[in-house]
């Protein structure tokens, strides 16, 4: 499958720093973990690394510290083939993020701290339009601030790329960023935050989609965990499976996972239903595995999963 056209990525670096553990301390409680890992991480880098890997044209855009946590994401996208777009900002620092995995479960609690990249403005933005202006699909996250993303969703429309939101982390956004948007891909606390309505049903999913589609979005593809990804347009609406691809081990990279493997196969032309369960199959290898952009598959990977499958 050749690279396609060209990925462009807008978000946020950060270092996770990764504590697995029985449980979450009390407030005013110390506990002693199970084990500690220093990684990469960050919505849109970890994404940008899951395309990468897949084989994708892909430019991260970002602004980082001027420190060891910058060289290390340096490292991490030379080795998944993801060119940047970097703005130094030595008066900062390049974001670390606190994240809890519960030892039972895989499931995880996170905190981060931006640093860097809660400086990426729209006049930084502007500076790289013609990057953006040449991508087949841009994506950006709300990881950074709300108007730096605005800006980029409205330059990438303006040149008639494909846009995808992922609305995480949840925030409440300005009513025309989603006219922008020809894809927006929220869990279900997400879609719960943007719409008010509660999803715990394929069928709140569907409830959830239509009020995002009458705010003007293109198409909305909720993601459900273990049920898999709802593909919701004004004129379709299906359910594609989760694609099971062994033990769960952490969960953590999975909406990232999503994201990437879905740009991905936009950027080759790979028909919207079909992108999608794509997506399901790099999100099912990705949780099989600890950590975020560690965790992600190569293409031949998900091509032999699928063909399995």
């Known amino acids: 499958m050749a690279a396609g056209k060209p990925v462009v990525i807008l978000g946020v670096f950060v270092a996770d720093t990764?504590?697995?553990?029985?449980?979450?301390?009390?407030?005013?409680?110390?506990?002693?973990?199970?084990?500690?890992?220093?990684?990469?991480?960050?919505?849109?880098?970890?994404q940008a690394v899951a395309a990468?890997?897949?084989?994708?044209?892909?430019?991260?855009?970002?602004?980082?510290g001027v420190?060891?946590?910058?060289?290390?994401?340096?490292?991490?996208?030379?080795?998944?083939?993801?060119?940047?777009?970097?703005?130094?900002?030595?008066?900062?620092?390049?974001?670390?993020?606190?994240?809890?995995?519960?030892?039972?479960?895989?499931?995880?609690?996170?905190?981060?701290?931006?640093?860097?990249?809660?400086?990426?403005?729209?006049?930084d933005i502007e500076a790289h339009a013609e990057l953006i202006r040449s991508a087949g699909v841009f994506v950006t996250q709300l990881e950074q601030p709300i108007d730096a993303a605005l800006k980029a969703l409205e330059i990438a429309r303006g040149a008639g790329v494909t846009t995808i939101l992922n609305p995480a982390p949840a925030a409440s956004l300005p009513d025309r960023i989603y006219t922008l948007c020809d894809y927006v891909t929220p869990n279900e606390t997400e879609a719960e935050g943007l719409t008010g309505i509660k999803v715990s049903s394929v069928d709140d999913a569907r409830r959830a989609a239509d009020a995002l589609l009458a705010n003007g979005v293109g198409a909305v593809i909720v993601t459900l965990g273990e049920k898999g990804a709802l593909l919701h347009t004004k004129t379709r609406s299906e359910l594609v499976g989760a694609v099971n691809a062994g033990p769960v081990v952490e969960t953590t990279g999975a909406g990232d996972a999503f994201?990437?493997?879905?740009?991905?196969?936009?950027?080759?032309?790979?028909?919207?239903?079909?992108?999608?369960r794509f997506a399901c199959a790099?999100?099912?290898?990705s949780v099989t595995r600890p950590g975020t952009a560690p965790s992600m598959p190569t293409l031949l990977e998900v091509e032999a999963l699928l063909a399995k499958a």
Do not use: C, H
């Open 18 to 46: 990764a504590y697995r553990a029985d449980r979450q301390p009390r407030m005013g409680e110390t506990i002693l973990g199970n084990s500690f890992k220093l990684g990469p991480g960050g919505k849109g880098s970890n």
């Open 52 to 64: 990468g890997k897949l084989g994708a044209d892909i430019t991260f855009l970002t602004r980082l």
């Open 67 to 123: 420190d060891a946590f910058a060289d290390m994401a340096k490292q991490t996208w030379k080795g998944a083939a993801v060119k940047s777009a970097v703005i130094d900002t030595p008066d900062s620092y390049t974001g670390a993020a606190y994240i809890f995995v519960e030892e039972g479960t895989g499931n995880n609690a996170i905190i981060v701290s931006p640093g860097a990249a809660m400086l990426i403005s729209p006049a």
């Open 259 to 276: 994201n990437g493997g879905l740009a991905a196969a936009l950027a080759k032309g790979v028909e919207p239903l079909e992108a999608v």
């Open 282 to 285: 790099v999100a099912g290898i």
